[in-house]
């Protein structure tokens, strides 16, 4: 810092370049803030040595690593107007108004976000126009979900319909999310009759709702309804997220039942194999179930909100952090996204499902382990013998890919595993172009 502050440009222990929280010049022309920048990342690097060396169990080990990072993340320098030079000069190019803009845009946070920087300004986006836009109607309703038909957008079509089973831990519309960027958009473009199932956002009403009544009354029940609508007695199903994973304990049970329904399911950023969860597994051991479970107790479900706060300290500088600088620091309005617009659109999970689903999953791997039982039927995948398209995303904080290729040692039939680019959701809204990439392909 000293060789800096007359001139001499000394490297220091942590590198200037690669962290983009760091990317004004100032951290490497000032002296101050080189100073500042070279503790914070010197201060960092020892709490983790001092952390890798620590004699505990590896389970404790990863919550404490958790632990660890969000804590220095929150304490960065540049979550601090007086040590983040980008604040600092914005205040004085505006004479101090993007302080009061800032200030502004936390008091409405405080009042109408439960205090959390909003991620998105959601104003540009109506739904049926610009997000969820693929002509289609409501074919089929019962208490738990509704069943979409997409018109045909073209002279013929393939002689198996395709249905969609989404994630009920967010609305369906990330499937068909805007014109150009719609999977949905681009099936019913190629020849395909498509189907969407949309499920209720649960309320207390929904406490007792069990997987069993996701599986028998949300695809079976689809399934139903696309027969008898297209006269076809098999469909493709295409499952994302926690979809897939009921798509194939669906598919699972049909073949325990002998009934040879299910002509081909593809898997898009699922996990079949809970063994190596990823980050995830830090919210899902006993204790925090436990917890959850209580919570969940008194409410009869999981509050989106809380859903939403946990996938954000898995990512908390591009999720959290980020927007505390850009909107109350710098004073900046968050910006119109069509993909963060429908994240903040989320729901609730129903208790005893979510119950269900954490224990049977996280905890004892139950479905992996050929141990699973509903309906009365005890699910094998490896004799689920149709083919099986998998699709997993290299940077998937939610399905880590090495997890998600686990499945393919899991399903009988033909599997084809493909890893994709980008995360979890931008690794699905990816629609074919020249920039698109694959990261590797196996079968």
Not at 21 to 32: E, V
Not at 304 to 332: K, Q
């Given at each position: ?10 490297d ?7 962290d983009a ?12 803030f ?27 080990r ?25 604040v ?29 920087p ?24 019962n ?9 045909a957008?073209?002279d ?18 990330i ?8 999977l ?16 209720r956002?649960p309320?207390?009403s929904m ?9 028998i009354?949300?695809?079976?029940m ?10 076809e ?15 194939a ?14 002509n081909s ?14 980050p995830?597994?830090?919210?899902t ?13 008194r ?35 968050p ?5 963060l ?29 050929g ?13 689920v ?14 399905a880590?890919?090495?997890s ?8 009988g ?16 809204v ?14």
């Open positions: 810092t000293a060789a800096r502050a007359v001139g001499r440009q000394v220091g222990p942590v590198a200037t370049t690669g929280r760091f990317a004004d010049g100032a951290w490497s022309q000032n002296a101050g080189f100073a500042l920048h070279q503790l914070y990342g010197v201060g960092g690097r020892y709490l983790r040595r001092l952390l890798a060396d620590a004699q505990i169990d590896e389970a404790t990863r919550k404490a690593e958790f632990a660890l990072n969000l804590t220095l993340d929150a304490l960065a320098p540049t979550n601090a107007p007086l040590t983040n030079p980008a600092l000069k914005r205040a004085f190019e505006t004479g101090g108004l993007s302080l009061l803009r800032g200030m502004r845009n936390f008091v409405d946070d405080v009042v109408h976000n439960s205090g959390r909003r991620q998105v300004d959601m104003s540009p986006f109506t739904l049926g126009e610009n997000l969820g836009a693929t002509p289609g109607k409501v074919v089929y309703r208490d738990l979900m509704e069943l979409i038909q997409y018109e957008q073209t013929e079509v393939h002689r198996i319909p395709l249905l969609c089973s989404p994630p009920w831990i967010n609305k369906y519309y499937m068909d999310l805007a014109p150009g960027k719609s949905v958009e681009w099936a019913v473009q190629h020849g395909h009759t498509v189907f969407m199932i949309s499920y956002n309320d207390a406490r007792d709702t069990t997987m069993e009544d996701y599986l009354h949300g695809p079976r689809a399934m139903d309804v696309v027969a008898d609508i297209t006269g007695e098999q469909v493709n199903i295409l499952g994302l997220c926690l979809g897939g994973a009921l798509t304990m669906l598919v699972a049970y049909l073949t325990a039942i002998d009934e040879q329904r299910v399911i593809t898997l898009l950023n699922t996990l079949l194999d809970y063994s190596e969860p990823g995830l597994g830090v919210f051991d006993l204790a925090t179930v436990e917890r959850l479970e209580a919570k969940m107790e409410t009869g479900y999981l509050a989106a909100s809380e859903m939403r706060g946990t996938f954000d300290a898995l990512r908390p500088n591009d999720l959290i952090f980020n927007y505390v600088v850009n909107n109350w620091m710098l004073g900046e309005e910006p119109a996204f069509d993909i617009t429908w994240n903040a659109d989320s729901t609730n999970m129903p208790a005893e499902m979510h119950s269900w689903y954490l224990r049977a999953c996280y905890l004892n791997n139950e479905l992996a382990e141990r699973m039982e509903l309906l009365g039927e005890r699910l094998s995948l490896k004799q013998e149709c083919d099986t398209y998998i699709v997993a995303a290299q940077n998937d904080h939610i880590p890919w090495r998600s290729y686990h499945s393919t040692q899991l399903l039939g033909d599997v084809r595993f493909v890893l994709s680019s980008r995360g979890h959701i931008a690794g699905i990816n629609p074919p172009s020249p920039k698109a990439k694959i990261g590797r392909s196996s079968e």
